[in-house]
């Protein structure tokens, strides 16, 4: 067995990728098992400049807790009705959980939990700051769903709840 073999295995026989999203509310639980066309994890450090002396010499200095976010682009195809129809219903779920009407934003926490395997093997917590679907219009449909679906969201790491 390779090495990459080995290293991408999990426990779903044949599936590689495993993105596990759920609000902490307790209200929606998102899993997709999709290719992951990026990855990307952000660390803004804050750090200020503070002029010292009568010259005002720049000096510089941790001033807070760096920002961390995760930027993640993720293909969901379909092979059949089923699995096209699921899909879209995850996703179009996970829209309206994260852009919820006025009456359910009362009751909404904007917090959720993440784990991507094999990149994320821990659970970390946080919020989505943007999501962006896209329907591949040129991979076609199968019976009024599409065969592919792009899936792209920025999750920001709530570092009060990792402490």
Known sequence: MSFKSKFLKNNFPGVVNTVFLRSLDGGAEFRFHPFIEGFKHVITPKIDAIGFGPLQTKTYRRTGVAEEAYQVS???????????????????????TVNPSASQLISSNARYSLKISPLIPKTITGLLVAVDEEVDLEAGFINGYPKLVRLSFTFQIDKLQEA
Do not use: F, G
């Not at 293909?75 to 829209?95: F, G, I, M, T």
């Open 74 to 96: 993720l293909a969901l195809p379909a092979v059949d009705e089923q699995h096209a129809r699921s899909n879209w219903s995850k996703v179009e779920r996970l829209l309206r």
